[in-house]
């Protein structure tokens, strides 16, 4: 996929107009492969205060679709919020040019890996209660047939054991960022 085509899927014609949550919602749950050169393209052009406030947006709403009792996942979500809501700060306090590009780098880099982890690998296990049937999901779909579930859908078992198997980037915070995020 080049630039052109990841704007046309995400509904703008530049970083600029990337200002929803619409625009985070599809860049994380599409299947589309978007190589991480066309992400940092994305990335030069989105303010990223604002692509820190979808973030948090974001992950608020993922939150609320995690299983009661999957505190390992819950936790590994929180930290994935932080790591992305550091990275785009850190971007944006940034003088020099070359660390602004690093920055830019490790952070469409994460993107790219958390997409693959949230979309398109089949890590959830996922029982239906009442048939027994059992798939194994992505991340993302799973986590639709929880928020499912809460609204009255059918009851399930998931296990989400494999999905917990997702490495952070190493990236440094402050306390002082950590607090500004919780």
């Known amino acids: 996929m080049d630039r052109d085509e990841l704007y046309e899927m995400l509904d703008i014609e530049s970083g600029k107009d990337f200002q929803y949550f619409e625009n985070i919602a599809d860049l994380f749950e599409s299947s589309e492969d978007i190589g991480g050169d ?32 999957e505190t390992e996942f819950y936790t590994l979500t929180l930290n994935i919020k932080r790591a992305f809501i550091g990275m785009a700060s850190s971007v944006s306090s940034e003088e020099d ?7 830019l780098l490790q952070l469409s880099e994460e993107i790219g890996k958390f997409r693959v982890w949230y979309s398109d690998s089949d890590t959830v296990e996922c029982i239906n209660d009442d048939s027994g049937d059992s798939q194994v999901l992505p991340v993302r779909d799973a986590l639709a047939l929880s928020k499912e579930e809460k609204l009255g859908g059918d009851t399930y078992r998931f296990d989400f054991t494999e999905a917990l198997d997702y490495e952070l980037s190493d990236f440094v915070m402050t306390f002082a960022d950590l607090a500004d995020i919780d």
Not at 41 to 59: I, P
Not at 97 to 103: G, I, L, M, S, T
Request: aromatic share 10%; net charge negative.
């Open 38 to 69: 066309v992400l940092y393209e994305l990335l030069e052009e989105v303010d990223m205060d604002v692509f820190a406030e979808l973030c948090e947006s974001y992950f608020d709403q993922l939150e609320d679709s995690i299983p009661d009792g």
């Open 97 to 103: 040019d070359d660390e602004v590009d690093q920055a």
